[in-house]
């Protein structure tokens, strides 16, 4: 039997790209991708593997259950209890791995999924397979984007809109949730300027005041051919009210970070659809479990995220190509750098990025990358070059 593989080092660096636009969504009062946390981690044979977190400190479950997470916090928790706690766990054994996280400090989901990616991306590479066989292997072998549309001026959001779709984009995703009248009217102006084919998609990320509020504006939207709205309220009782009244399936997002939220959801009938993490659950890991509990409900699924770098997207591919419970487009970014640019604007979030080759964009569609581990090379110049202060 192979030895063990055991934790040299683990080095942390917080990254900042420079953005495309600004990305706002209800709550979000800080300025997306302004430090994502990067993980080295360095096994006892020399391989290295890299893993991201993109903790946001108000960024959290229903009724402020799960706690938001900054650079800082993460950064500290990932010295201070996760390192000491893996020193003696053959970290090839991701079972283990886990239970010896959760041992040594209650939640940090998104320390933990830093600290899990990584490691998975080393005994990939360290075993010469991709990492989603490490998670069951591959169901597919590339996955629709979604481009996700922020909070900004109507007319904006149309142009927007419009640029993307004809870049390929089938699926738009609205944020919503500030006012009813200007949610309904978004819809309309970007449905007459997109068409009929493409599906429209609405996220209020918790926004509306009560789940009346929402059934009201959801219907309203409906004349326009939503798709589904994406969490209209905070709780799942509430959402269970808005699932009850509504003719379009609703998707739990906030509501869901565990397999027992899974079950929760499911038992109220407060979604149809669920939006999945990585780094919800704390780790690749994790979450590829929370899909199979899904599967077993009756969840269709996408794999979301908080417009992660190219090692995180690198992340959200392996575990939706591992997903057959993934049949819905994910509002994952298209990755670029400022010398290979794979769009002008369909799901890029940045303008740069610290990997060195970013994935393939064909009709819609990233292509999921094949080499070992995550598949991906990181550009240690670039990674310095972005580094911010915690």
Request: charged share 25%; hydrophobic share 40%.
């Amino acid at each position: 039997m192979d030895a063990p593989a055991k934790l040299e080092k683990l080095e942390t660096f917080v990254v900042a790209l420079p953005l495309r636009r600004p990305h706002r969504w209800v709550g979000l009062d800080t300025t997306q991708g302004a430090g994502y946390v990067v993980t080295r981690l360095t096994l006892d044979d020399g391989t290295v593997g890299w893993g991201e977190a993109q903790p946001i400190k108000t960024w959290g479950g229903d009724d402020a259950a799960r706690y938001g997470e900054t650079p800082k916090t993460v950064v500290a928790v990932i010295h201070d209890h996760l390192v000491p706690a893996l020193k003696t766990v053959d970290l090839r054994q991701f079972e283990a791995v886990h239970a010896a996280m959760n041992r040594t400090v209650r939640g940090y989901p998104y320390a933990k999924a830093a600290v899990e990616v990584a490691i998975m991306d080393a005994v990939g590479r360290r075993l010469s397979v991709p990492v989603y066989q490490l998670l069951g292997g591959r169901f597919r072998d590339k996955v629709e984007v979604a481009h996700s549309i922020g909070l900004m001026d109507i007319d904006v959001a149309v142009a927007e809109a419009v640029q993307v779709v004809d870049e390929g984009i089938g699926t738009l995703k609205i944020k919503i949730g500030l006012d009813p009248d200007r949610d309904v009217s978004i819809v309309r102006e970007v449905r007459k300027a997109v068409g009929d084919k493409t599906r429209i998609r609405v996220d209020a990320n918790q926004g509306y005041r009560s789940w009346r509020q929402a059934v009201d504006a959801i219907q309203r939207m409906t004349e326009f051919g939503i798709a589904f709205a994406e969490q209209p309220v905070d709780g799942v009782r509430a959402m269970a009210e808005v699932s009850a009244r509504c003719s379009v399936p609703i998707m739990a997002d906030e509501s869901v970070w565990t397999e027992r939220d899974v079950i929760a959801v499911s038992t109220a009938g407060a979604a149809q659809y669920l939006s999945v993490y990585y780094t919800k659950p704390g780790g690749l890991w994790k979450t590829r479990r929370l899909l199979t509990v899904a599967g077993a409900h009756g969840f269709a699924c996408d794999i979301n995220g908080s417009g992660e770098m190219g090692i995180g997207n690198a992340a959200n591919l392996h575990l939706a190509a591992s997903s057959p419970e993934v049949t819905l487009a994910g509002t994952i970014p298209v990755t670029s750098t400022s010398s290979i640019e794979r769009t002008k604007v369909a799901g890029r979030k940045y303008v740069d990025d610290i990997i060195r080759t970013p994935f393939e964009f064909r009709d819609g569609h990233l292509l999921v990358p094949d080499g070992p581990g995550l598949g991906v090379e990181v550009d240690e110049e670039k990674l310095r070059r972005y580094a911010v202060e915690s």
